[in-house]
């Protein structure tokens, strides 16, 4: 079993910043590749971003590329999402996972957080 608990989510206005963090515990985090989703009211949740376990190769949504960036320190068994420029429609719950497969779809990922809101003002 992982277990994620992520932090860092509040309240921002347009073009502003934040990171996430997301820390696991249990099961080698090393193994596992990471990711970050999200879901807004009304919409199904949808993939951000995700880091491999081995080499570090990255996923992006074209929504988010350019703006967000993941990183993982297996240290400190925490994964991140770092938010720049954010925009209103980056509004969501946003959703740390770990899973063996490293992918882009809700199938390929194991654990998940509670979650942690990301509320963009205008």
């Known amino acids: 079993q992982v277990r994620l608990v992520e932090s860092g989510g509040g309240l921002v206005q347009a073009g502003g910043s934040l990171r996430l963090a997301c820390a696991a515990s249990?099961?080698?985090?090393?193994?596992?590749?990471m990711g970050w989703f999200r879901q807004a009211p009304g919409k199904e949740r949808e993939f951000v971003a995700a880091?491999?376990?081995?080499?570090?190769?990255?996923l992006y949504a074209d929504s988010v590329k350019g703006r967000f960036t993941i990183s993982r320190d297996n240290a400190k068994n925490t994964v991140y999402l770092q938010m720049n420029s954010l925009k209103p429609e980056d509004t969501a719950v946003y959703y740390c996972?770990?899973?063996?497969?490293?992918?882009?779809?809700?199938?390929?990922?194991?654990?998940w957080g509670q979650g942690t809101q990301v509320t963009v003002s205008s």
């Open positions: 880091i491999s376990w081995i080499d570090f190769n990255r």
């Open positions: 996972t770990a899973g063996a497969r490293f992918g882009i779809r809700r199938t390929e990922y194991d654990y």
């Open positions: 249990g099961r080698t985090f090393s193994s596992y590749a």
